[in-house]
């Protein structure tokens, strides 16, 4: 991928309005055209069967440079601005078919790489970042476990520190994206489980040591080509340099990173929207019925449309929420509400596109009905629609 010139806050606030404008703009289309020509190696039937995570795909990602966009080229990242990687993975998005694929993607970038490169330490950066940006490592992001659902800071994993200032690690974390796979996994722990979410603490744990147990791949409705699952960790010896940030910031350190996930998780699901939208359309175009063409039919046509504004509407709030981040301002609510749309437009589009293309579209076969599976999950990760509702409503004042 090419390296654009870094920008200043005005420069990225234009190109945001530019991404806006331009669905098709150049950074999106080439990005499809790549996806669309390079990450099929695959047979996507058999491995949404399988739940088969296509590591050959995920190591063409690395090498046309997708896990370097959001590192700072200091870093040995592309250091693209937020308008060029939320175009790149709408792309991603767009030109892939496999929904696992990309929502992983994003998931690394967003989540694990974000949370190195803004709090790791140098030497942390170092041993990490490069690794994932060239596809060898893969890193998770664990705060759930098992009973703790949307309660996210009330969790039973600790980290005990002793004396030589080392730390062991011992609890359990649940539904992680990579989690039955990843090389490294950020950790939040309890430090002081008298001081409640302030005595959280994140820790950088490597899958190898003594006493971390990968749990094996949960299987899912949908995105089951994304590998996830439970972490297990049993008197785990960590060094203090280990920890992420300093004791007691990992709340800060969550609530960050979940923010940015929140705020630009779907972008490659808007792809797949983009995607739905146009097999849809070209759909109505052949398929006849009655000797017409069925979009001619006012219910189909109908349908495509609200199929159009929902897509456009979730991509607006999603380019809403970075211009609130590049803007400098709190962007909670609008994260919130880039999340909170984007995952229920995920699932009306998908629902729509199901009922246009018929039987066709509840076999699997045609891969309509898988895009509806993946879509559900939506609904619940980075926090589900009903937390998304609670938080907006607490922003106006009423919740």
Not at 349 to 358: C, F, K, M, S, Y
């Amino acid at each position: 991928m090419n390296q654009p010139a870094e920008r200043s806050t005005d420069e990225e606030l234009l190109a945001l309005a530019h991404a806006i404008a331009d669905p098709d703009h150049p950074v999106k289309r080439d990005m499809a055209t790549w996806a669309a020509g390079s990450l099929a190696g695959h047979d996507r039937l058999d491995a949404d069967a399988s739940s088969a995570f296509a590591v050959d795909d995920w190591r063409r990602c690395a090498d046309h440079g997708v896990f370097r966009l959001m590192v700072p080229r200091e870093l040995g990242g592309a250091g693209c601005g937020i308008a060029d990687v939320l175009l790149a993975l709408e792309g991603l998005g767009k030109g892939c078919r496999d929904n696992g694929l990309t929502f992983a993607v994003g998931s690394q970038v967003l989540s694990t790489q974000d949370a190195l490169v803004e709090f790791g330490s140098a030497e942390q950066q170092r041993r990490w970042l490069q690794p994932m940006m060239d596809g060898s490592a893969i890193g998770a992001f664990a705060m759930t476990e098992p009973e703790t659902g949307s309660d996210a800071y009330n969790i039973s994993t600790t980290a005990e520190r002793r004396p030589d200032g080392s730390y062991v690690v011992n609890g359990h974390k649940a539904y992680i994206t990579f989690g039955s796979v990843c090389d490294m996994v950020v950790t939040f722990a309890s430090t002081d489980p008298s001081a409640g979410q302030w005595g959280l603490s994140a820790f950088l744990v490597p899958c190898d040591l003594d006493g971390v147990e990968r749990l094996g791949n949960r299987e899912k409705m949908g995105m089951r080509t994304t590998p996830f699952g439970d972490i297990g960790f049993t008197d785990v010896v960590v060094p203090e340099s280990a920890l992420l940030g300093r004791e007691g910031a990992g709340a800060s350190i969550f609530n960050a990173v979940l923010q940015v996930e929140r705020a630009f998780v779907f972008a490659t699901q808007i792809g797949a929207l983009d995607r739905q939208l146009d097999e849809a359309i070209r759909y109505a175009q052949e398929r006849e019925q009655g000797g017409r063409r069925i979009g001619e039919y006012q219910a189909i046509a109908h349908r495509l449309v609200d199929m159009k504004q929902r897509h456009e509407t979730a991509r607006l709030f999603l380019y809403r929420a970075a211009i609130a981040m590049v803007s400098g301002r709190d962007f909670t609510l609008s994260a919130a509400l880039a999340k909170l749309v984007g995952s229920e437009t995920g699932v009306s589009v998908a629902l729509d596109a199901g009922t246009i293309h018929g039987a066709k579209g509840y076999v699997t076969e045609f891969e309509v009905e898988r895009n509806l599976r993946d879509a559900v999950g939506g609904l619940v990760y980075s926090g589900t629609s009903d937390i998304q509702r609670n938080i907006i409503a607490r922003l106006l004042g009423v919740g």
